[in-house]
Every structure is written in structure tokens, then in C-alpha cells.
């Protein structure tokens, strides 16, 4: 099965949300990259997500349920740079982009996920981004800004900014949008 609902609720997402849509336009001439299904231990937690989005973000959330098991899933990081626990409860998938289950050039789109009671520690990337929260909270830091997101919340980083983030008694569900230059080069942890 593809994910082609998953793509089109995010589409319909994109386009009812400002923040979203004036963030990055939605790519054209989107085409299947064809990706094979790639499960990790968070493909089950996402599968059995039980939090609730709201009215605007339940539709992706039910569509990102029920396709977790045909995605990509993937891991940035090593078990040295985040430990066990941290892998075994955290995972990704691009949906859109260079590599994602859709291709496209101008941006990525990646549908992510982190358990509760989890530190993901300062890193930073070229490409702008965009979290916008679909379920669960989580407390977003940079050196700007420290606050707590809950559902239908974004947080912008800009490029290279470092940032970091902690999930408490909730597991988090996010979009996050990437775009600008960069797209291609994934985020790593800064030199401690
Ligand atoms: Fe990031």
C-alpha cells in the first residue's frame, strides 16, 4: 500500500493552514519514488498512538496511524550520539522530498514522531524548518525562544539555528517542513 492518503491529507493540512501554506508552496509535479516499507520500534508506537489531534489535525493523525506500517521509517542518529531509549521510541519518514516517498526538490516534508520523556538535544541543519504539532506536546527550545507546543502549534528554526526539544508525560506527533538551501544535508547534534 502507498501513502498516497497520507500525501493528500497533508496537501488538504497545507493548504487550510496559513502557517503552513506561507511557509513553503506546495510542490508541483509530484512523482513515487517507489520507497519500501521500513519498520523501526516507533512504527508500532505510532500505530497505537492514542492521543487525539484536534478537528483541523485528526484527519492526518488517523492517516499517519493506519499507514505507519508502509513507511520508510527512518533514524537520524546513532545509539552514541542519543542512546537506546531514544531510538527505540522515536522515528521518521520523509513523505516528501530529494528522498521521500514523493519526490520533489523544492521541499521536504517529514512525518515525525518522539515517546514521552525524551530529551533530543541541540542540533541544527542548513534548511529553514517548520514543526507544526498534530497531536501530543512537547517543549520546543533555541536561544530565542523556550515554550511549549501543544496540537495546531509551529515553531520556526532558521537555518543553522540550533535548537532542541524535550517531550514530558505526552508522546508528540509532528509535520515538519523543510525548505531552502540545504534541503538535501540532514541535521546533526552540535559539538558539545
Ligand atoms: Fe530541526
Known amino acids: 500500500m502507498s501513502l498516497v492518503k497520507v500525501l493528500e491529507v497533508v496537501k488538504d493540512l497545507h493548504s487550510a493552514n496559513p502557517s ?8 508541483k509535479n509530484l512523482t513515487s519514488n517507489e520507497k519500501s516499507n521500513v519498520n523501526i520500534p516507533a512504527t508500532d508506537l505510532v500505530k497505537h498512538f492514542e492521543l487525539k489531534g484536534s478537528q483541523h489535525t485528526q484527519p492526518l493523525v488517523s ?5 505507519a ?22 522515528g521518521y519518514y520523509e513523505l516528501i522530498g530529494t528522498n521521500g516517498h514523493f519526490h520533489s526538490d523544492d521541499l521536504r516534508a517529514f512525518i515525525a514522531y518522539w515517546g514521552e520523556g525524551l530529551t533530543y538535544d ?22 530565542r525562544i523556550e515554550k511549549i507546543l501543544k496540537t495546531n502549534d509551529s515553531c520556526y528554526h532558521r537555518s543553522w539555528e540550533s535548537h532542541s526539544m524535550v517531550t514530558f508525560s505526552d508522546p508528540v506527533l509532528t509535520l515538519v517542513l523543510w525548505r531552502g538551501n540545504g534541503l538535501e544535508i540532514l541535521s546533526t547534534m552540535d559539538k558539545k
Open 20 to 27: 503552513l501554506s506561507s511557509f513553503v508552496d506546495w510542490p
Open 122 to 143: 541541540w542540533h541544527s541543519h542548513e534548511a529553514e524548518e517548520l514543526y507544526f504539532l498534530l497531536a501530543g506536546s512537547a517543549l520546543f527550545k533555541t536561544e
Open 63 to 67: 492517516a499517519v496511524k493506519e499507514h
Open 69 to 90: 506500517q508502509f513507511a520508510n521509517w527512518q533514524r537520524t542518529y546513532t545509539e552514541d550520539e542519543v542512546g537506546l531509549d531514544f531510538l527505540n521510541r522515536y
